[in-house]
Each structure stands twice: as C-alpha cells, then as structure tokens.
Nanobody, 123 residues
Framework: QLQFVESGGGLVQPGGSLRLSCEAP????????IGWFRQAPGKEREFVAA???????YYADSVKDRFTISSDNAKNTVSLQMNSLKPEDAAIYYC?????????????????WGQGTQVTVSS
C-alpha cells in the first residue's frame, strides 16, 4: 500500500497564497502520475491539477494561471503553489497517485490517496 502525506494547508485571506506539499514513497514519481484534488463540504471531489511521470502538467480551468504544480524527484515531493486564493478554493486538498503517464483528471483513475490537508480562505 502506497502512502502519501499532504502538508501546508491552513487559513489564508482572499488573495493570499499557500504552498501544499505531497510526500510520496521513494521512486514513485518515476512511475506514477500525481494529482491534486479537493473536496468542499457537500460537494464532490474535484480535480485541481496533475503532473504526469513524464512531466506533463494539467490544470482545472478554475485554477489555471493561479495554481502551479511541480515535482522534486530527489525529495519525492509534489508541490501545489496556490496564488490569488478565493473563498471558493476552500476545501480539503488531497494528493493521489495513478500508474500511468497522462495526468488524468478523473477521480476514479487514482488508486492511492493521502489523508488530505485543509485549506480555508476567509477574511
């Protein structure tokens, strides 16, 4: 069972920034795509961004130009830099992994999930 650990969530004012990190098992980033998803209360889990094992980057339209996903294979970490945060970005953010190389936005494509980190955007 692969385990992923998210960190970096917290409370931020609208317009602010946060950087989330997903720590992955060693060598996983060389084989698996990593995605970030989020789930707000009462809503379905939704795709935010993904990075494929070959370096392809994928974003939901709602976060494009504000969020940036990146990976550091040496540190086994995938980060999500979130800028210009809006109240509607508030949610629990999860990182997930899928065996592949196409950065799928589908929740069901990902077999391994972290526990999530809470992001609150409020003044």
């Amino acid at each position: 069972q692969l385990q992923f650990v998210e960190s970096g969530g917290g409370l931020v004012q609208p317009g602010g920034s946060l950087r989330l990190s997903c720590e992955a098992p060693e060598f996983i980033l060389e084989t698996y795509d990593i995605g970030w998803f989020r789930q707000a209360p009462g809503k379905e889990r939704e795709f935010v961004a993904a990075i494929s094992r070959t370096g392809g980057l994928y974003y939901a339209d709602s976060v494009k130009d504000r969020f940036t996903i990146s990976s550091d294979n040496a540190k086994n970490t995938v980060s999500l830099q979130m800028n210009s945060l809006k109240p509607e970005d508030a949610a629990i953010y999860y990182c997930a992994a899928r065996y592949g190389s196409s950065g799928s936005p589908r929740v069901t494509s990902y077999a391994y999930w972290g526990q999530g980190t809470q992001v609150t955007v409020s003044s």
